[in-house]
């Protein structure tokens, strides 16, 4: 079942936007949501900057569908708020810049943590095991340094008062980074407590 579709005008400013709204999701019925979205896409006004009126009655619920809000084909809305300033949107691209290196360091730190389930479920041969575990050690190591290197980043950003949505990302940001170095630690405790497991064992063979 294929999406159901509103077309609607919208005011903004002196300018009129002509948009068809389509449920994200297949055979639902478009969500105030799904129209604030567009319309971003097409003011370039944030979602959270919005204001969406409908005869005279602000649309909050952003969960509501357009059509409990009695809008179908062809109704008049009208739309408040502001676009990011230029500045404000160079700072959210550098935290966005920032954000692609959290999740390339993310993804290296998923493999470890895949490398070290495999280790402990004993899918590596006993006598490789402390060497595998050092390596993987270091990689969580390295992950952990790229991660405080990026909080050292994201804090040498001086994000003004007024810049919402970058203080919103921003705090964010910080964080998913704070919880991923929590991750690093818990990794480092556990290859170093699987590796005194290990080192306990080979002694007591050698005995």
């Not at 959270?48 to 059509?67: H, N, R, V, Y």
Request: overall charge neutral; charged content about 30%; proline content about 2%.
């Amino acid at each position: 079942m294929s999406s159901q579709a509103i077309s609607v005008t919208v005011a903004y400013g002196s300018t009129k936007h002509s948009i068809t709204v389509t449920s994200q999701e297949d055979g639902k019925s478009p969500t105030v949501k799904d129209l604030s979205e567009s319309l971003t896409q097409v003011t370039g006004v944030p979602s959270a900057s919005q204001k969406l009126i409908f005869k005279g009655k602000s649309l909050k619920d952003m969960e509501q569908t357009l059509s409990s809000y009695g809008i179908k084909d062809g109704c008049k809305l009208m739309m408040i708020g502001k676009r990011n300033s230029p500045e404000e949107e160079a700072e959210l691209k550098k935290l966005k810049d920032i954000e692609k290196s959290v999740e390339q360091t993310a993804k290296k730190l998923e493999k470890v943590d895949g490398e070290l389930t495999g280790l402990k479920n004993g899918f590596l041969a006993k006598d490789l095991q402390a060497d595998a575990l050092g390596k993987l050690d270091h990689r969580v190591k390295v992950a952990a340094e790229q991660f405080m290197k990026i909080l050292e980043q994201i804090d040498a950003l001086s994000v003004p008062e007024n810049f919402n949505d970058c203080r919103i990302k921003k705090s964010g940001l910080v964080k998913t980074v704070q919880d991923f170095l929590a991750q690093c630690d818990k990794m480092e405790a556990c290859i170093s407590d699987h590796l005194t497991k290990i080192q306990s064992k080979n002694l007591a063979l050698a005995d």
